[in-house]
């Protein structure tokens, strides 16, 4: 051993600060008969404990037995060999070694023993245990995530590959894991595949994130919803890599349909809703037929329908409605036409094919007749009367938006004759005419004086309060313009907002609006009042002009407002295939602060594909719903969705035409705590708004210390 020791350099390794031990392999069991101080420091253990030992007492539970036996091999057959090992010091903690043993041989070659040079290894393999371990994490996760985890490759050449997938797909797609490279892309419906891969490609082209939802068709004919979003990232060799997850969303497909459904037909009489009756509409004023021919539309109402339901009862008044649209239904079918449910007792009537007003009034008078026939109840049989207005389209078929526009025109035509019928206050129909039509009367008045009534000062902004539903607090404000006119008076904004529209002049008026209200809001706050943030209406035509956001940031400016003070107000239907610049005009105007408010939401134009794509920050539920709402009522099931959905997205919600105490009461317990409408107050002066900020809480005669509607 002295000899052994003697041919080593024993100072330089007592000096060195690696771990050195030294075996002799001339006695038995191969003892260690130097260790420097450094490996007894290492080990917890003192020399006196270590000599004479066989290496082996470092070893426990978590040495690898196959770099145990390799170290035995090479020990026996006089080699040398580096392994890395997992020790365990004197007080029973754990470290790995980075090991090389080399034989010491004398000048004959003759083997004296081994010499064992180790370094600490621990960071590298904690980073490998703590790398294995999210490995095992992550395909964990992959077996059990809803859909899957994938890596997809562009090449060079533009064929597309997957590369990598979770498990969960083959479980997903009933094949092996094997198969899943090779045939994954025949698991995609044949009617998504091509989007797909233009999706993909579309990323690859910009470098946009990847977004799709299409369908995957399991071995055994399972079909499966999926979403699958991934940024792209560009690799030096022009190869385009993206990480993504696919996410199941059958339940939510599934939810997405039933709200469709609710949206098309009404629960109690199986009729169209009035969403789904206008799309029927709108398809029949685009039909070739109306080149010769004419549409006919008859709105129908149950004339005292809520004193009869409150004497008969709920389950009779179900009855007649759906003993009536029973009827309706009937009627319609012999004339090839469509029948709807409209809400509460209003029903409606599409007739494609109408030759003339006579052959319009002469089915109007049918339907009249037939729907006063008795209605057998248990043992009671009910007569009811109905009011009913008609329109008739004209000549010529329209184009695709003029058809929109058109159905919603024919509507208005028909609710307008019926009102006219109920005045009359007997049962003969109505026909519409313009001589019953007061938007007519001045028409041609507000269009000749419309340029002036800016600088004449004839403009001014009501102020309709938006309301806590629990505490009648105020909480916001819709500004909607009025227009005193010198002649005619007070004109409602649907007189001359279309004027406005058509001529040109919506631009120059809406600027005023949102001028005079950042003005208005300005003059609250130094009088010392606390306003609420304002909501200013804003039109397509004015998100379509380039500098509306420069001009809105210079209004900003010169009033000292802060955007976030205000709401950008706008019509869902421009959420309909919108264009470039009304996105890029929305989005700057977000960015400044402002709020993005979609008004009339659920009347029947906006997808919840838009919703996902733009930040909307707030929801107005459609003042339809709620004014014709009865409890289980289509649109109390349409109110309920549309809740949910914004519940479920985070954004805000408002219920417009709040009039009954039912209506707020029916909304607090849905979940809407926020709303509008004659409950609370009809849209009002500044200065009766102001007096308004005064109070400390605000909102309809029904509660305690609630104030009385503003009229």
Same mark, same amino acid.
């Given at each position: 051993m002295t000899s052994l020791l003697a041919a080593l350099n024993?100072?330089?390794?007592?000096?060195?600060?690696?771990?050195? /031990?030294?075996?002799?392999?001339?006695?038995?069991?191969?003892?260690?008969?130097?260790?420097?101080?450094?490996?007894?420091?290492?080990?917890?253990? +003192?020399? &006196?404990?270590?000599?004479?030992?066989?290496?082996?007492?470092?070893?426990?539970?978590?040495?690898?037995?196959?770099?145990?036996?390799? &170290?035995?091999?090479?020990?026996?057959?006089?080699? *040398?060999?580096?392994?890395?090992?997992?020790?365990?010091?004197?007080?029973?903690?754990?470290?790995?070694?980075?090991?090389?043993?080399?034989?010491?041989?004398?000048?004959? *070659?003759?083997?004296?023993?081994?010499?064992?040079?180790?370094?600490?290894?621990?960071?590298?393999?904690?980073?490998?245990?703590?790398?294995?371990?999210?490995?095992?994490?992550?395909?964990?996760?992959?077996?059990?995530?809803?859909?899957?985890?994938?890596?997809?490759?562009?090449?060079?050449?533009?064929?597309?590959?997957?590369?990598?997938?979770?498990? +969960?797909?083959?479980?997903?797609?009933? /094949?092996?894991? =094997?198969?899943?490279?090779?045939?994954?892309? =025949?698991?995609?419906?044949?009617?998504?595949?091509?989007?797909?891969?233009?999706?993909?490609?579309?990323?690859?082209?910009?470098?946009?994130?990847?977004?799709?939802?299409?369908?995957?068709? +399991?071995?055994?004919?399972?079909?499966?919803?999926?979403?699958?979003?991934?940024?792209?990232?560009?690799?030096?060799?022009?190869?385009?890599?993206?990480?993504?997850l696919a996410i199941e969303i059958g339940a939510e497909k599934r939810w997405r349909n039933k709200i469709a459904n609710l949206a098309l037909r009404d629960p109690l009489t199986g009729l169209l809703t009035r969403a789904a009756w206008r799309q029927a509409l709108t398809m029949q004023l685009n039909m070739e037929a109306l080149e010769s021919g004419h549409c006919g539309v008859l709105w129908i109402d149950i004339t005292g329908f809520s004193a009869l339901n409150d004497r008969l009862g709920q389950h009779f008044g179900d009855e007649i409605l759906c003993e009536t649209a029973r009827r309706l239904a009937k009627i319609a079918e012999s004339v090839s036409g469509v029948t709807a449910r409209l809400g509460g007792d209003e029903f409606a009537v599409l007739v494609p094919a109408c030759a003339d007003e006579e052959a319009l009034t002469l089915l109007a008078f049918s339907v009249s007749h037939k729907l006063a026939l008795p209605i057998g109840i248990g043992d009671q049989r009910v007569t009811i009367k109905t009011s009913i207005g008609a329109a008739l389209s004209k000549n010529g078929k329209p184009d695709r938006q003029d058809a929109d526009e058109l159905s919603g025109e024919l509507m208005t035509q028909a609710e307008l004759a019926l009102r006219s019928a109920r005045q009359q206050g007997h049962d003969a129909p109505m026909i519409y005419s313009r001589q019953l039509d007061d938007r007519f009367r001045n028409r041609g008045l507000l269009a000749r004086t419309l340029e002036q009534s800016i600088a004449n000062g004839e403009l001014a902004l009501h102020y309709q309060p938006v309301v806590d539903l629990g505490s009648g607090r105020v909480v916001s404000a819709e500004a909607l313009v009025r227009w005193n006119h010198p002649i005619i008076g007070m004109q409602r904004p649907d007189l001359f907002i279309p004027l406005a529209e058509t001529s040109g002049l919506i631009v120059p008026l809406g600027i005023w609006v949102l001028n005079e209200a950042l003005r208005q809001r300005r003059e609250w706050q130094e009088a010392g009042l606390m306003p609420p943030p304002v909501a200013i209406n804003v039109s397509g035509k004015q998100l379509l002009d380039p500098h509306f956001v420069a001009v809105a940031r210079q209004s900003l400016d010169s009033f000292g407002a802060n955007a976030m003070d205000f709401e950008i107000e706008l019509t869902e239907g421009l959420l309909i295939e919108p264009s470039p610049q009304v996105m890029t005009s929305l989005t700057s105007l977000q960015a400044m602060g402002f709020k993005i408010t979609i008004d009339d939401f659920g009347s029947g134009h906006a997808s919840f594909r838009y919703l996902r794509d733009f930040p909307v920050d707030k929801l107005k539920i459609d003042q339809s719903f709620v004014r014709q709402l009865v409890v289980e009522s289509t649109d109390a099931l349409i109110i309920r969705a549309v809740i949910s959905l914004a519940h479920g997205m985070g954004i805000e919600l408002v219920a417009e035409g709040i009039e009954t105490e039912m209506q707020r009461d029916f909304l607090v317990r849905e979940g809407c705590l926020v709303g509008q409408g004659a409950l609370f107050s009809m849209p009002v002066g500044a200065e009766t708004f102001g007096t308004l900020l005064g109070a400390e809480a605000f909102a309809g005669p029904f509660g305690n210390g609630m104030r009385p509607p503003l009229r």
């Open positions: 024993i100072g330089a390794l007592g000096a060195t600060s690696c771990f050195v /031990i030294v075996t002799d392999a001339t006695l038995p069991d191969n003892p260690i008969i130097y260790a420097n101080a450094a490996f007894c420091a290492l080990c917890g253990y +003192s020399e &006196i404990e270590i000599l004479g030992r066989n290496a082996r007492f470092l070893q426990g539970p978590g040495s690898d037995p196959l770099v145990i036996s390799d &170290i035995h091999a090479a020990v026996a057959a006089g080699a *040398g060999i580096r392994r890395e090992i997992l020790n365990y010091r004197k007080d029973g903690t754990s470290f790995w070694n980075d090991l090389t043993i080399d034989p010491i041989r004398d000048a004959a *070659g003759q083997l004296k023993g081994f010499v064992g040079i180790q370094y600490l290894a621990d960071a590298a393999h904690r980073a490998d245990e703590r790398k294995a371990e999210a490995e095992s994490k992550l395909a964990i996760i992959g077996d059990r995530v809803p859909g899957y985890i994938y890596q997809r490759v562009m090449r060079a050449d533009g064929s597309i590959e997957l590369v990598y997938c979770s498990r +969960s797909v083959c479980r997903l797609l009933e /094949i092996e894991e =094997d198969e899943v490279a090779r045939k994954f892309y =025949d698991h995609v419906h044949p009617d998504d595949l091509e989007g797909l891969k233009a999706a993909i490609r579309r990323s690859a082209a910009d470098m946009s994130i990847f977004s799709e939802e299409f369908r995957l068709v +399991s071995r055994s004919g399972s079909v499966h919803w999926v979403r699958s979003d991934a940024p792209p990232r560009r690799l030096g060799n022009g190869e385009i890599i993206w990480d993504g």
